[in-house]
């Protein structure tokens, strides 16, 4: 079992929080660009606008 002073676990979460937030910000970022990188997707494959809908 390893122990620390109070003072020295204190300095030690501001860098744990850091990290967590990183870490969550770049998911939230990975995921908005798959997001619109599907929707992108989706719109190239149904085509040009009014392309074999009847409509001029």
Request: proline share 4%; glycine share 10%.
């Amino acid at each position: 079992m390893v122990e620390f002073a109070q003072s020295e676990y204190q300095a030690l979460l501001p860098d744990s929080r850091r990290m967590f937030f990183a870490i969550s910000g770049v998911l939230l970022v990975a995921a908005s660009c798959m997001v619109l990188a599907a929707g992108e997707v989706r719109r190239a494959d149904r085509g040009p606008v009014g392309a074999g809908t009847g409509h001029r």
